[in-house]
């Protein structure tokens, strides 16, 4: 069954950092672009940050020299680093991955940050 699993959500300061993680399994074709989006309470999904299969990264204008999106092709990973948290980034985040079939999420890990 086709799945991709986050981790690495969690509770930090401001300030901190948090690495997330996010697996994808059972996928019958190639993944080509993967990224992150989130969702903060009474607000729409959000665009984080996207990498396609040969690395080129895309980020929101809002974690631009915050946060690193990075990827395992073998390994059908895909990683946020995540720098200088601040309280406005606490939402869901959930990572995505495109085949030429089909798009998959994942069911989101929860990211808060304290002031």
């Known amino acids: 069954q086709a799945q991709l699993v986050e981790s690495g959500g969690g509770l930090v300061q401001a300030g901190g950092s948090l690495r997330l993680s996010c697996a994808a399994s059972?996928?019958?074709?190639?993944?080509?672009?993967m990224g992150w989006y989130r969702r903060a309470p009474g607000k729409q999904r959000e665009a984080v940050a996207t990498?396609?299969?040969?690395?080129?990264?895309n980020y929101a204008n809002f974690v631009k020299g915050r946060f690193t999106i990075s990827r395992d092709n073998a390994k059908n990973m895909v990683y946020l680093q995540m720098n200088s948290l601040k309280p406005e980034d606490t939402a869901d985040y959930s990572c995505?991955?495109?085949?030429?079939?089909?798009?998959?999420w994942g069911q989101g890990t929860q990211v808060t940050v304290s002031s």
């Open positions: 995505n991955a495109i085949t030429i079939f089909k798009n998959y």
């Open positions: 059972g996928i019958p074709w190639s993944i080509n672009d």
């Open positions: 990498i396609t299969r040969g690395g080129s990264t």
